[in-house]
């Protein structure tokens, strides 16, 4: 019996790892309302990103964002910019590629990197998300 209760306590500290452990392999739960809501598009060219979109960023801490998104040619690659009216600031792109028939972008902004991707909603609209976490919109302007 006196060996029984000495092993209890090295039971109680294998079951408490174990079962620790198996909760820190574990995702952590979605949080409502920060994931961006599904966007069905339709795979596009690089041709078809080209020109400038009235966009508008949905959700940030800052609040909705109305943005002007440039994507051009320069030196043969693919390039492009933010405009954001508000701090009178053009942010460039750090990369710009087409994957999938996405338009994948990254941004440095304050510090961080962004991330853009949008796909072809129709012939004038683009849908994606910016980092994964908030809605992004835009339409062709002509």
């Not at 739960?29 to 598009?41: F, Y």
């Amino acid at each position: 019996m006196r060996k029984l209760r000495m092993l209890l306590p090295l039971f109680a500290i294998i079951f408490f790892f174990t079962v620790s452990n198996s909760y820190a392999q574990q995702p952590p739960p979605p949080v409502p309302g920060v994931a961006p809501t599904p966007v069905t598009t339709i795979p596009a060219t690089e041709d078809y990103f080209m020109g400038k979109w009235k966009t508008m960023i949905k959700g940030i801490p800052q609040g909705d964002m109305d943005v002007t998104l440039t994507v051009e040619k320069k030196d043969g690659k693919l390039a492009g910019s933010i405009f954001n009216p508000k701090d009178n600031k053009t942010i460039a792109f750090d990369t710009a590629e087409i994957k999938d028939g996405m338009l994948a972008a990254t941004f440095t902004n304050q510090g961080y990197s962004i991330s853009l991707s949008l796909g072809k909603k129709d012939d004038d609209n683009i849908a994606g998300a910016m980092m994964n976490q908030f809605d992004v919109t835009g339409t062709r302007l002509k």
